[in-house]
């Protein structure tokens, strides 16, 4: 299912959310330039849990920047046009609102907190992988994760492919909200039986999503009905 849009009008111009779709973007027009380079800074700015798991001795503020750096620099680097279309989508789609209901300082811790969640989530569960974690899509799980509490009433225009004819129809945000999630722990739950389910960073969904709730439940406004 794709998010196209919701029915929840942003009283606000979604500076934050426009500024990290812009900053996305840029980062990866950079990465289009760096042809053979790009496995090199992958794993530069990727989050790559072996390394942060390894036990190393990280004296001085340089190796430690370097060791804690990527949990922030993955979220702005995307592994293919449809990785950050996909991601940016449901960041216009649910970002605004989100944004807009609990403040801009609110929305970027938030949302970087996510980040790091969801980060160290897939870490636990794959402790030992050389892989890069990157993309957005676990701090945009955290924002998911407070549209949820916050606007479970809203409707989600809503693209469903069938085969060559597209279906467009609105889905309460609450189901469209909660059939995500059951996908992430379904995949996540058989990405620990094999390789062959662990290509996606499942875990890394699961753990932002529920950090947005704790999140929003712990400094969220409290909720409105919208039809």
Request: positive net charge; glycine residues 12%.
């Amino acid at each position: 299912m794709i998010p196209l849009r919701d029915t929840v009008k942003s009283r606000t111009v979604p500076v934050l959310v426009l500024l990290l779709i812009f900053l996305n973007a840029f980062v990866f027009v950079i990465e289009l330039t760096l042809g053979d380079r790009i496995g090199v800074f992958f794993m530069e700015a990727g989050f790559v849990p072996g390394k942060f798991f390894s036990g190393e001795s990280y004296g001085g503020s340089v190796l430690a920047l370097k060791r804690f750096s990527p949990l922030f620099s993955s979220l702005f680097v995307h592994g293919g046009w449809m990785h950050l279309i996909g991601n940016m989508l449901f960041l216009w789609v649910f970002g605004d609102n989100v944004e807009d209901h609990v403040g801009k300082v609110k929305f970027l811790i938030l949302y970087f907190s996510s980040g790091v969640i969801a980060s160290l989530a897939q870490g636990a569960v794959s402790s030992g992988s050389n892989v890069p974690l990157v993309g957005a899509s676990g701090a945009i799980a955290g924002i998911l994760g407070a549209y949820y509490l916050l606007f479970p009433f809203s409707k989600v225009l809503t693209l469903i492919p069938i085969v060559i004819f597209p279906l467009f129809v609105e889905i309460p945000a609450a189901v469209f909200l909660i059939y995500w999630f059951f996908l992430q722990l379904l995949s996540g739950a058989l990405s620990l039986t094999g390789p062959q389910w662990s290509q996606v960073a499942w875990w890394a969904h699961i753990g932002g999503f529920a950090w947005g709730l704790l999140f929003t439940l712990v400094f969220g406004k409290p909720r409105r009905r919208y039809s």
